[in-house]
């Protein structure tokens, strides 16, 4: 039998009409066949409800507890889409991260998967249930439930196809599949039939949220392909693969923006070897990611360091900063979070030169300062003042014809 899993996220399960919905869409599925293992979210608000009410109990919340909270958005739902299967007729059993054998490591609120396992589920799978596993969350070595970061439940979906060796794995989701531009900013961008991993990977960890950059990574390293595709309609999605046609052909595929992100500024430090590798292993210490990193040396034999960081990992960065400061010859640390990050991509970009100088004009001509840059081989970065974000990544996917067809 066709063994499939299926990942429907926050919206498509947003309430109980649309948990009755999925519940159907399964049961047809289910009777067309299929070995069926679905993967459910939180309904879309609950997760960003729960940590509005842990912080307003606790400025900055123990992040064992805030695991152990967020982890109920998911179980609410798992038992829900399994009564309403039940109410269907359909024999389903819901599990927890935990129950599903999903181990992690023991980094609460953003823990990796160290192993999975697949038994108790293959067995029911087998035995004719239709299988309910809690997105988002796992278990670590001391029994304590961890969450994978958000928007998490795609590597559970993932990681589970790899896990079971499911035939398909699919990611429903409230748009039709991975587009050009997140369609809710840019109105004219375009459907993507395919998307070869490192590209969308790039996309993901860019700020296009559609796909949890960590899933993609999983997905990639596992050669697990994925459909996104909407739950709300029965067009084909989006494949997600390792090679795709157009590959070369195309040399931006598509805009991301990131406005989850703040920019630290480490001013006036001693300009001399060690003040950068202390700077960053002190962040890296306290799990904290680093993104774009620039250094100004300055008169006098003092320099600036500034990089970027996911907002939420701000107030924890200035912490584990706070210490080090002193060690490496004084200076100071300022937080600016009033900025976006937007990032062009496509693997085409390799071979091709000019996409920098053309996205810089695009924005100097509607008088957008760029305050950052970094580049890769398939991705240019900026940052730009947060008020201007949308428009510019407007003004990139029409620089670069994003929304004319034919790939
Ligand atoms: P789910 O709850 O199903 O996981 P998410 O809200 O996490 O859904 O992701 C879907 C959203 O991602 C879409 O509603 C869309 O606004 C946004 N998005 C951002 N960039 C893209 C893109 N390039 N293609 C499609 N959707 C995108
Ligand atoms: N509920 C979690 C979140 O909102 C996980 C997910 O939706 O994938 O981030
Ligand atoms: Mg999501």
Same mark, same amino acid.
């Given at each position: 039998m066709p063994r499939i899993v299926q990942k429907f996220g926050g919206t498509s399960v947003g309430d109980v009409e649309r948990i009755k919905k999925v519940a159907e869409r399964i049961r047809s599925v289910r009777d067309q066949g299929n070995e069926l293992v679905v993967v459910v979210s939180a309904r879309a608000g609950v997760t960003n409800e729960l940590i509005a009410r842990a912080k307003a109990v606790c400025a900055v919340p123990s992040e064992r507890e805030l695991d152990m909270l967020l982890a109920v958005g998911e179980q609410e739902t798992i038992a829900l889409v399994a009564m309403a299967l039940h109410g269907l007729g359909v024999d389903a059993v819901s599990y927890t991260g935990a129950q599903a054998g999903i181990f992690t490591d023991k980094?609460?609120?953003k823990a990796k998967i !160290?192993?999975?396992?697949?038994k108790p589920i293959d067995l029911d799978l087998k035995a004719g249930k239709v299988v309910i596993v809690a997105g988002f969350q796992g278990i670590n070595e001391f029994g304590h439930i961890t969450t994978l970061g958000r928007g998490g439940s795609d590597l559970t979906a993932i990681a589970l196809a790899a896990a079971l060796k499911a035939d398909k794995c699919e990611i429903y989701t409230d748009v039709d599949g991975v587009y050009t531009a997140d369609p809710r900013v840019v109105p004219n961008a375009r459907k993507l039939n395919e998307i070869s991993y490192d590209e969308m990977l790039e996309l993901a960890s860019s700020? !296009? +949220?559609?796909?949890?950059s960590r899933s993609v990574e999983f997905a990639k390293k596992y050669n697990v392909i994925f459909e996104v595709r909407s739950s709300f309609n029965y067009n084909p999605g989006t494949i997600v693969k390792e090679e795709v046609s157009y590959m070369e052909k195309v040399v931006v595929r598509g805009v991301a923006v990131d406005k989850d992100q703040a920019k630290l500024i480490v001013s006036?430090?001693?300009? +001399?070897?060690g003040s950068a590798a202390r700077v960053f292993r002190a962040l890296a210490d306290a799990n904290v990611m680093v993104d774009m990193i620039v250094q100004n040396v300055g008169r006098h034999g003092v320099a600036n360091l500034t990089f970027t960081v996911p907002q939420g990992d701000s107030h924890r960065a200035l912490k584990a900063l706070e210490p080090v400061l002193d060690e490496i010859g004084g200076g100071q640390v300022a937080i600016h979070d009033h900025i976006a990050k937007l990032s062009v991509v496509g693997v085409g970009m390799r071979s091709h030169s000019g996409v920098a100088a053309t996205l810089f004009q695009a924005l100097a001509e509607a008088g957008i300062n760029i305050e950052l840059i970094s580049t890769s081989e398939i991705k240019i970065s900026i940052v730009i003042d947060l008020d201007r974000a949308d428009e510019a990544a407007r003004m990139a996917h029409q620089v670069f014809n994003l929304d004319q067809p034919g790939i």
């Open positions: 980094v609460h609120t !160290s192993a999975i396992n697949a700020g !296009s +949220k559609v796909m949890q006036n430090i001693l300009d +001399k070897p």
